[in-house]
């Protein structure tokens, strides 16, 4: 596709659009907007545009498409695969200004917001009202509720409550040429032609820009009780994994972490965090409900197959700060991964029962190859971030001789009937690797799908496939 | 789109591919291929093929893209929106020999099964296993698991456990041109292009004919209450089932019944069930789950918010036998309103607080166009069955007079920011009230993703849109 490069006359519409402080340019300025938080990758827009409203929005896109000028939506920029970057330069539509929570529907259970309220943030509002919206990404201190939709977003609680997915039930959506479109009802069933909602989720804003999202929400679990079990093996560890659902236990996190993770999450937060000899694997898991009784017999049922798979140690979290604080560990492996060392991030994911044959596969591909991983994980879904470490290996290897690696590992995820993303999508960086998991036909249909919303290719080119 | 006919050569063909004993033709042998349960409509295929597996079905496909012959997909024809009928001739397309269940994967909670299979058969395999498949339509005992995906089909556990949407991990799909695609995977999450699992779901058989499904299971509950509440006024029953939920209970079932409906259905099950003095509405209220102790303050909570809206009487269910006569009057009720009477059936869903302002506003609507109806369905979901009588009404009203009430319906729910069907489908009979839903570019936009999937519209025409 040929694209127009942004001229200066095109920037004054733009500044008489929407406002010229919400215009930014400049190579400077436009900095914090050529990246995100993929490896080291850095692609400059050609203007960066923060539209206030959906109607805005529509004026950028509908101009935009007319003169053939690249859209790319950006949300807080914490993606992990590269969806945010403008590899065609044109326009990064920043979402930031989108920050309102509308409406919080508490007969319905339901809230009303935009795209560019932060998670936590979210999550904080209906708590105060009882409710609860659980996914939750390890960025959910700054990610973008947009941007979790791009992606379908996860987090630990996914293995019990679902990924973003199982909360939309209506989008508000502009389309490539300006159009806008609700995409469903807010309602908690929907059988009204061709499911759109489901189809913008996870598509990482080649399809339209989301400006408006109604959420469902759910009963906040008035208790958690939070284990941290030790192995002497990751692959009993991961075994374990499997026998703490075959025991008809229903954990709201099963997390598996390698000692490195730890390790490194502890030397970038500066606390001291023992690992104890003999340690190779741990597993952090969550129960929650109301019924405490019952969650006890849960805790009982669980340690007792952790027992049943050779667990060195469980340490139950006494208080709301140690709980707070095995979290904050947790969701800080990745960028304490990437602070220590250059490293790329895979996103596997297996039926859950093949997770034990998917780690040891990971880890002989890497032994073959000569590099070092750190894994952990999102183990109750059979999702595994495969943190691949550069440590002295050549730029050559790491920036070509990797890919065949990749592709084994990937091929592996396939062999077990998973794939090569869980939660953190295609985006720019996965996209060579999309052929290992599909035909070439699957991917022209994707393709075609993409030609009827965006006839163009306007939004966010050279992602996915 | 201008068809061909399908010729006695052609037809010759077809028995090469797929054995002349598989192939149907002939009036009378096609009769019972030339409805389903939408209303009294009849439309006859030119021929009915059986193909026995994917390769057949890709070939029988790839042959009518070429000659422009028409394929309707069939299940077991328990539809209500017209959706498996062949309006414009061509090929019906029976998937009743896809019927094994291909593996229960009890390591991953999951199951391998092919599209024919009855809903309940599946119910009863996994059940064995320990495992538990939720969705069940009212037509569980001969509804198939495709028909099911074609509509997203719900029924009453939904409001617990989501609709049949809600545990579709893979489908194997044949598009139109005969290519076979796998649409995901089998995890649990899936962040990896375009989610053509979901988008598969719903479309009625208009963008590819499904051959195999992965499903999702979980683990069997081990105990189940169920209550029958009366009520003074159906109002008074549609408030208490918000109550329910804002009191944080979470009922595996919340239906509401009109005593017409039961009335019907006992009549038709020749039963004797009698309605009290003064009862106007029912409530089925079924919780779920393995700790007695924490299900009976469940039953508790409900029954004082039953309570506090008035119930005239709850009546537990004592025995197995009590709670499967209980279920299978409710079960009974779409038949039985068939049975006594010319009828249609409208499947409205609005958010679950807004149910007594639809319920109000249908009966309002009803009483100045003079007709009666018989309300039923998933109240939990916030989705009323609307059983629109014949009684005595002129043809003339019935074929094209009602069409403004049931438009005036429709934008009720629209502005309760409901939709037209929750469960039902759009099919044949409420593709007209599309409009009523989405602007003309929302129809369009679905039209142009059929287009991308099938350029020929072979598949399913008339349907949707």
């Known amino acids: 596709m040929q694209y127009n ?9 733009f500044e008489v659009l929407i406002g010229k402080s919400y215009v930014i340019k400049g190579k400077e300025d436009m900095q914090p907007y050529a990246k995100d938080n993929t490896e080291d990758l850095e692609y400059y827009p050609e203007v960066v545009l923060r539209p206030g409203n959906t109607l805005e929005v529509s004026g950028i896109l509908r101009y935009c498409n007319e003169h053939l ?3 790319t939506a950006r949300g807080a920029g914490t993606g992990l695969s590269g969806g945010a970057l403008p590899v065609s330069g044109g326009v990064s539509l920043s979402m930031d200004r989108f920050n309102r929570i509308i409406h919080i529907d508490e007969r319905n259970f339901q809230v009303n917001v935009e795209p560019g309220v932060i998670n936590e943030t979210l999550q904080n509002a209906v708590k105060e009202k009882g409710l609860f919206y659980p996914p939750d990404p390890a960025s959910k201190g700054s990610c973008f509720l947009g941007g979790n939709i791009a992606h379908s977003s996860g987090g630990p609680k996914a293995v019990k409550y679902g990924t973003t997915r ?13 159009d806008i479109i609700e995409t469903g009802a807010n309602t908690l069933k929907y059988s009204t032609g061709y499911n759109l909602t489901h189809l913008m989720i996870g598509s990482e804003g080649t399809l339209g820009i989301v400006t408006r999202i109604v959420f469902k929400l759910i009963p906040m679990p008035q208790n958690t009780f939070l284990m941290l079990a030790t192995f002497p093996s990751p692959e009993q560890a991961c075994e374990a994994v499997n026998g703490i659902f075959l025991a008809g236990a229903n954990p709201s996190a099963c997390e598996f972490i390698e000692p490195e993770g730890f390790k490194l999450a502890a030397a970038m937060l500066n606390v001291n965090f023992k690992i104890a000899t003999g340690v190779e694997a741990y597993l952090l898991i969550e129960v929650d409900g109301n ?8 805790c009982e049922n669980i340690n007792e197959v952790l027992n049943a798979h050779g667990t060195l140690d469980v340490l139950f979290a006494e208080t709301a700060e140690q709980k707070e604080y095995f979290w904050k560990l947790r969701r800080s492996i990745g960028e304490a991964t990437k602070h220590n060392n250059v490293y790329k991030e895979e996103d596997t994911v297996v039926p859950r029962a093949e997770l034990p044959e998917l780690f040891k596969g990971v880890k002989e591909i890497g032994k073959r190859y000569g590099f070092r991983t750190v894994c952990y994980g999102h183990a109750g879904d059979g999702n595994l971030h495969v943190n691949i470490l550069k440590d002295n290996l050549s730029n050559e290897f790491w920036n070509t001789g990797l890919d065949a690696a990749i592709i084994e590992i990937f091929e592996l995820c396939k062999k077990l009937k998973g794939t090569i993303s869980g939660e953190h999508g295609i985006g ?4 060579k690797f999309m052929p290992v998991m599909m035909p070439p036909h699957h991917l022209e249909l994707m393709r075609k799908i993409k030609e009827a919303f965006d006839p163009n290719f306007i939004l966010n080119p050279g992602k996915i496939f």
Chains 1, 2 share one sequence.
Do not use: F, R
Not at 166 to 178: F, I, K, Q, R, T
């Open 69 to 71: 000028i690249p859209v």
């Open 428 to 431: 720019l960086v996965q996209k």
């Open 166 to 178: 199982d909360y939309v039930l209506n989008l508000e959506v502009v389309l490539a040429n300006g």
């Open 5 to 13: 490069a942004v001229t200066e006359d095109q920037i004054k519409l």
């Open 291 to 298: 019924d405490l009784a019952s969650l006890m017999t849960e």
